[in-house]
């Protein structure tokens, strides 16, 4: 586990080391207090990625299509 406070890391970071942290707590062999400090920095992550995530999604933008096949533009993707 990183010591790298969440808000710092990339995305890619934040969900590689989310994933370590479930591998270990599905294993269970992990002591109490270090499980209790494994779920709490799995819910930081967790929450961070969904984050990220939803701003990514914000950011996606629809290509609009003329009549005649020309990109005329862009608007917000349905749904985000």
Same mark, same amino acid.
């Given at each position: 586990m990183s010591d790298t406070p969440v808000n710092e890391m990339?995305?890619?970071t934040a969900m590689?080391?989310?994933?370590?942290?479930?591998s270990k707590l599905e294993r269970g062999d992990v002591?109490? &207090?270090d499980s209790i400090a494994l779920y709490e920095r799995g819910a930081k992550l967790? %929450?961070?990625?969904?984050? *990220?995530?939803?701003?990514? &999604?914000?950011?996606v933008e629809k290509i609009?299509?003329?009549?005649?096949?020309? %990109?005329?533009g862009?608007? *917000?993707?349905?749904?985000?």
């Open positions: 990339s995305f890619e590689a080391e989310l994933n370590e942290v479930v002591a109490l &207090e967790k %929450a961070y990625c969904e984050a *990220k995530l939803k701003d990514a &999604e914000e950011k609009t299509v003329g009549p005649d096949g020309a %990109a005329t862009t608007t *917000k993707a349905e749904g985000v």
